[in-house]
């Protein structure tokens, strides 16, 4: 009888091991899916690289987190060399479940040079690298793939154009089970076209999509947004020079979000920022600072600015009080 039992258990646990292969096989053979790729070809216009540079630079605020030489006792954590290298560490200290390394961007050997349109067109819509890996959810692809193809491609145009940079870039890494689930994240992409600027709100919604603002103000619970609490902040990040700094309410809540602003206080926020970075820029231990990308998106237009204004307002109000920076 025992013999039996223990021949039992060890088919048993043969049976589960080669399930177990079986699942992961198939998640290594059908993920990542993103359906079929069409071949890219882009003119790289002068106009495509004039329009991509806004869009890289001010509105997606690529640079931000692909340069990794940032100084954090700057406010704002400015940049001024190697633009586009990559190397930004961003880990479990910051809520993230595994330890991840922004790409090199620049057209170098150890960044794009070897990349076709088509690869970095997936990479950027898709979050596919070019070998098939799968990226994380971090870089905004699922926002890019809401976009205008025609923005990608000038966005691609420009990423050409920059000064090449040689950084080897660390190897990210995500943990378990996190390594697993995040094949399954990439999907085709759901292209839109980019509205017409006189309609303020579906516009705003556009350009509020091609600047990833819903990642940062939506509260999420391992790596998903709570429902109903759109845009509502409180998303917490740990600043490298102590304490915490936490997501405004950017919803159209009169008490506690930005539905008592007007459009002209909202654009002149960023523009005032970007000031006070260049007249007070130094920042001691357990000052306030912030993540958000103020610098870059002070660059952004007062139509592109105000439009993402008025979708705001158009927005459901939700009421909750944030205190932006804790010691």
């Known amino acids: 009888m025992m013999k039996f039992f223990g021949v039992l258990l060890k088919r048993t646990a043969i049976t589960l091991i080669l399930i177990v292969i079986g699942g992961l096989s198939f998640l290594y053979i059908k993920y990542p899916d993103i359906g079929k790729k069409e071949e890219i ?4 216009t002068s106009e495509q690289v004039r329009r991509g540079e806004y869009l ?5 605020a690529c640079m931000g987190c692909h340069t990794g030489e940032r100084d954090p006792q700057k406010l704002f954590y400015p940049f001024d060399k190697n633009a586009g290298a990559g190397n930004l560490k961003f880990g479990e200290e910051e809520g993230l479940p595994g330890t991840f390394y922004s790409k090199n961007i620049t057209p170098a ?3 794009l ?3 076709t349109d088509t690869d970095i067109f997936y990479a950027i819509t898709a979050g596919v690298s070019k070998d098939g890996t799968p990226l994380f959810p971090l870089m905004p692809y699922e926002n890019y793939a809401q976009m205008d193809k025609e923005d990608i491609y000038s966005m691609i145009a420009y990423i050409r154009t920059i000064p090449a940079v040689e950084n080897q870039v660390e190897k990210s890494k995500a943990n378990f089970p996190v390594n697993l689930i995040v094949r399954t994240i990439p999907k085709a992409p759901e292209f839109s076209q980019r509205p017409e600027p006189k309609d303020t709100v579906a516009y705003g919604k556009y350009m509020f999509t091609a600047a990833a603002c819903n990642n940062c103000h939506t509260q999420k ?4 947004p709570v429902e109903g609490m759109e845009y ?6 740990a600043l490298i020079t102590g304490g915490k700094v936490r997501s405004a309410n950017i919803t159209s809540d009169v008490q506690t979000g930005i539905g008592n602003w007007t459009r ?11 000031k006070r970075a260049k007249t007070s820029p130094n920042i001691k231990p357990g000052e306030f600072n912030s993540v958000m990308p103020w610098l870059e998106y002070a660059g952004m237009t007062d139509q592109d600015l105000g439009a993402i204004f008025d979708y705001l307002m158009s927005s459901k109000p939700i009421s909750n009080k944030v205190q932006i920076f804790e010691k």
Do not use: D, Q
């Not at 890289?56 to 997606?60: D, G, L, P, R």
């Open 113 to 115: 040079k070897n990349w």
């Open 232 to 237: 509502a902040g409180g998303f917490e990040f």
């Open 264 to 274: 002209e206080t909202f654009i002149e926020r960023f523009r005032a920022n970007a």
């Open 109 to 111: 050997l150890t960044g």
């Open 56 to 60: 890289v630079k001010n509105v997606a």
């Open 41 to 44: 070809k882009i003119a790289h």
């Open 221 to 224: 619970i391992k790596g998903k």
